[in-house]
């Protein structure tokens, strides 16, 4: 079964900035959404940010549009989450989650109930 392989995360200041990466399945990247989730305690798991590997169109949820970014390289079959300007409600376990179908094209992948492949998850802690 494939899995995605998460890195990143840790502990920062509100106002500073960490990057997430994770590595998605090579295969499937000419039809591949991947998208970043997180869970707070005691709150359900949510959506945040999504790219469509093929062009790399990307969505944010309002919350942090205009702080975080998603890069992806290609060859690494890797992509970023880069996260500035933290705020102590960010805190969270965060998510790597991915889907892929052939035909699929960038607004599929706003639809947050697809993703049907998770990484492990990574903390992240934001003090104030």
């Known amino acids: 079964q494939v899995q995605l392989v998460e890195s990143g995360g840790g502990s920062v200041q509100a106002g500073g900035s960490l990057r997430l990466s994770c590595k998605g399945p090579?295969?499937?990247?000419?039809?591949?959404?991947m998208g970043w989730f997180r869970q707070a305690p005691g709150k359900e798991r949510e959506g945040v940010a999504s790219?469509?590997?093929?062009?790399?169109?990307?969505n944010f949820v309002d919350s942090v549009r205009g702080r975080f970014t998603i890069s992806q390289d290609n060859g690494k079959s890797t992509v970023y989450l880069q996260m500035n300007n933290l705020e102590p409600e960010d805190t969270a376990v965060y998510f790597c989650?991915?889907?892929?179908?052939?035909?699929?094209?960038?607004?599929?992948?706003?639809?947050?109930?697809?993703?049907?492949?998770w990484g492990q998850g990574t903390q992240v802690t934001v003090t104030a």
């Open positions: 989650a991915a889907f892929w179908s052939r035909g699929i094209s960038a607004p599929a992948c706003r639809n947050w109930g697809s993703y049907n492949t």
């Open positions: 090579k295969y499937a990247y000419p039809s591949l959404c």
């Open positions: 790219v469509y590997i093929p062009d790399h169109s990307t």
